[in-house]
């Protein structure tokens, strides 16, 4: 499987729960309901952002520039896909400086999720590599 495919659909499938998980948790705390179109229109923006954020992860691979500057410009990537997903999306009232600034700290809390959650999966295989390279070496 390619990487750009990898990526998109981690990407897709990342996106794609928690925009299901959002749309219940904001359907249950309010006495409302959502459209079949609205929810199709969720569904759409919540996939192309998670194809393209996905595949902007690819930038992790570009390895002349620092671990920190990748995140940097990753973490950028994503807010700045999230305002233009979330403006058509209509996850905030453009131009509510509260509405925007709650969409940006929802992002920000979910990107340092996901981020502790691949940085431990990578730890550990980064430890059973170094593990069985420790194996071999007493071979």
Known sequence: MSKYFESALVGLVFSLSI???MVTIGLVNQDTSISGQQLLLQFIVAAIFGVV???STLIF?????SYFSRIAMHFIFVIISSGVAGYYGKWFEFGNISSMLNTFI?????YIIIWFFFYTKAKREIREINELLEKRQEM
Do not use: K, M, P, Q
């Not at 691979?61 to 520039?65: M, Q």
């Open 19 to 21: 925009s299901y998980f």
């Open 53 to 55: 954020v996905g595949i």
């Open 61 to 65: 691979y570009i390895e002349r520039f």
């Open 106 to 110: 929802f992002v920000v809390l979910i």
